[in-house]
């Protein structure tokens, strides 16, 4: 199972990205889907998370600005990110809750990070 997440770039304070994460490989079923982020500071945090039924978290610092999607019939989630500040800058990584077969345990796998610098 691979997770490749895109959409990171530089943007001026109050701009907006949006970031993609496809899981691809042996994938029978997807359950949560999320994304965290690894500032200067070195923690991963959640950023956000959508189960497949649609009930989503955020992060305290993000809700009103940042809107989480899924496809889950393509196994592609978002981050919609608007009125981005200087301090979401981080590398920001989208993890997935995989189960490989009607049978085996759920496992997680991280993407390979994608980085979102806000700057003037």
């Known amino acids: 199972v691979l997770l490749q997440a895109c959409g990171g770039g530089l943007v001026q304070p109050g701009g907006s990205l949006r970031l993609s994460c496809l899981a691809s490989?042996?994938?029978?079923?997807?359950?949560?889907m999320g994304w965290y982020r690894q500032g200067p500071s070195g923690h991963r945090d959640l950023v956000a998370t959508m189960g497949n039924g649609g009930d989503t978290t955020y992060a305290d610092s993000v809700k009103g600005r940042f809107t989480i999607s899924r496809d889950n019939a393509k196994n592609l989630v978002y981050l919609q990110m608007n009125g981005l500040k200087p301090e979401d800058t981080a590398v920001y990584y989208c993890k997935a809750a995989v189960r490989r077969s009607r049978f085996s345990d759920i496992n997680y796998y991280w993407g390979q990070g994608t980085l979102v610098t806000v700057s003037s």
């Open positions: 490989g042996n994938i029978f079923s997807t359950n949560v």
